[in-house]
């Protein structure tokens, strides 16, 4: 893998990340952030099929939703708090001369995002849905992972397509898309392994969930080389069950809501591309830079590859 620390001296072309002297923490050049851009624009063609109502999301939420949701208990070593002074001026003035001048700062009612689409589910509640749910969703996220692993960012983009509603339309819909950006990718010449997967739970009953979410496959990784020797997942497509229609209590054809997403983590996506054809996306193959950008579907791609 090209070195994107020391790519081609065209830094205002490179697709490149400059380290920062926190682990996990990055500088983005026009470079990459031309080519993010141009991955949204290949996520939104892949979605202009379905109604998908488009939000974007603070990268902020409300520590008592999160609380609500259930991810404080089972990911607390992932979610990064907010805390604040609550004192006076006078006393943060004599404070800030400290060197601990945070240790009066306390826990506030946000945390930050770990997820784009938790902040979804509460706008559903308490309604009956006639017909399913959709919604595009984009945000900055934050994970407590900090590491100097390419592509293991704390600070991350994510987009996500959602969805809810009965529970065999949540399951058909999740496995359409998990087909379709399986498609998606492999258009855009990645070598994409598609895995049942779990999600890192916390505490004691870790191993049940972690069993739980495998054995009825409500987690699929797409994952794809990002560096020499290091695979990593760059998308995934998930069943949550009926677990945020309960919590939100919101429901479909008289039971409890069910929920469905994909989610691409557009960092490691653009790393994977940067890595399979080099850090100067205007020198990519034509048709990897059609499909990237929208401009032809994946599945034109791979009809016009069969001829």
Not at 113 to 139: D, N
Not at 173 to 191: F, I, Q
Request: aromatic letters at 8%.
């Amino acid at each position: 893998m090209t070195d994107l620390r020391t790519a081609d001296p065209r830094t205002a072309e490179a697709a490149t990340l400059l380290p920062t002297d926190t682990p996990g923490v990055v500088l983005y050049s026009a470079g990459f952030e031309r080519l993010i851009a141009d991955l949204r624009l290949g996520i939104e063609a892949l979605g202009a099929d379905e109604p998908f109502e488009r939000l974007a999301i603070p990268p902020v939420i409300s520590r008592a939703l999160v609380e609500r949701a259930g991810y404080a208990k089972a990911f607390p070593h992932l979610l990064g708090t907010v805390h604040s002074f609550t004192g006076t001026p006078a006393e943060w003035r004599e404070l800030a001369e400290t060197p601990d001048w945070h240790r009066e700062q306390r826990i506030g009612d946000l945390v930050l995002l770990p997820a784009a689409c938790y902040p979804v589910y509460a706008t559903l509640e308490g309604r009956e849905l006639a017909a399913p749910a959709r919604f595009a969703v984009s945000a900055h996220c934050f994970r407590q992972e900090g590491s100097a692993e390419p592509g293991r960012l704390r600070s991350f983009r994510m987009s996500e397509y959602v969805t809810a509603g009965t529970q065999q339309h949540c399951e058909d819909w999740r496995s359409a898309w998990l087909a379709r950006v399986a498609e998606w990718l492999r258009a855009m010449d990645l070598k994409v392994s598609v895995e049942v997967a779990d999600d890192p739970f916390f505490g004691r009953a870790r191993k049940v969930f972690q069993a739980a979410q495998r054995a009825q496959e409500l987690k699929y990784e797409l994952r794809v080389e990002v560096a020499d020797g290091l695979v990593q997942a760059i998308a995934s497509a998930n069943c949550h069950k009926d677990t945020f229609g309960t919590v939100f209590s919101f429901t479909a054809d008289g039971e409890a809501g069910h929920t469905a997403c994909a989610a691409f983590g557009l960092e490691r996506i653009a790393l994977a591309l940067i890595h399979a054809h080099g850090p100067h996306p205007a020198d990519w193959p034509a048709p990897v830079r059609a499909v990237l950008t929208g401009a032809v579907s994946a599945t034109a791609q791979a009809a016009g590859a069969d001829r």
